[in-house]
């Protein structure tokens, strides 16, 4: 079945870690998002990509890093620079200009 | 920029009530709008959409009208279930970020048997 797959479904992190989610996907879109959940805020997008080896910054970037060499993944970043880690990742892909579908999430905690 | 706003929760309901959750949005030309829905633990699933002006888009008993004179897309439905608790987010796509979606704050629907 075709489909987007987030892995690990919970990852904990560590005082100045990096740690990096999984995003992969079998359908075929040409772009791919992540968008961090926080309880009463909704969701907000990190990074997206439209294309192979292109990216751009969402409205919550600061402390992520992004790559795009492959069609399919789309794995995230989160440094030691970002804080606040704590919340609920989630990573969607769509063909231009049509609905997103999304993954299951991760969950990210401190340790 | 472009912006989502739906009512605040959480909204509690007896089975069979009507389900009426407001969306209204701020945008530049003409976004498209959904509705998604959001399971415990899960991620978002789309639940319907409407592309234009008038358009209603309508799935598992829910259904919202594109409203561009009044900028709304209230999703209703007229019985729900206990299985419809979730929460549910209207969301449009933006011009200004290419295709990402901009999402309202999400509500959350709890119904009792």
């Known amino acids: 079945d075709g489909g987007i797959t987030q892995s690990p479904k919970y990852l904990f992190r560590k005082e100045g870690q990096n740690v990096t989610l999984s995003c992969e996907q079998n359908l075929n879109h040409d772009a791919m998002y992540w968008y961090r959940q926080d309880p009463g805020q909704g969701l907000r997008l990190i990074y997206y990509?439209?294309?192979?080896?292109?990216?751009q910054k969402g409205d919550i970037a600061e402390g992520y890093s992004v790559s795009r060499e492959k069609k399919e993944s789309f794995p995230l970043t989160v440094t030691s620079a970002q804080k606040n880690p704590t919340a609920f990742y989630l990573c969607?892909?769509?063909?231009?200009?049509?609905?997103?579908?999304f993954g299951d999430g991760t969950r990210l905690s401190i340790l | 920029g472009d912006s989502v706003t739906q009512m605040e929760g959480p909204v509690t309901l007896s089975e069979e009530a009507f389900l009426t959750i407001n969306c209204t949005y701020t945008?530049?030309?003409?976004?498209?709008l959904f509705w998604y829905v959001q399971y415990p633990g899960e991620g978002l699933q789309l639940l319907l959409k409407a592309t234009k002006a008038d358009d209603k888009g309508s799935n598992k008993g829910f259904e919202a009208t594109y409203r561009k004179e009044t900028t709304s897309f209230h999703l209703e439905k007229g019985s729900v279930q206990v299985s419809d608790s979730a929460v549910y987010f209207c969301?449009?796509?933006?011009?200004?970020?290419?295709?990402?979606?901009?999402f309202g704050k999400g509500t959350t629907l709890s119904v009792s048997s």
């Open positions: 969607a892909s769509s063909y231009t200009n049509q609905p997103q579908h």
């Open positions: 969301a449009l796509i933006s011009n200004q970020a290419g295709t990402a979606l901009i």
């Open positions: 945008a530049t030309g003409y976004p498209s």
């Open positions: 990509s439209q294309i192979v080896n292109d990216f």
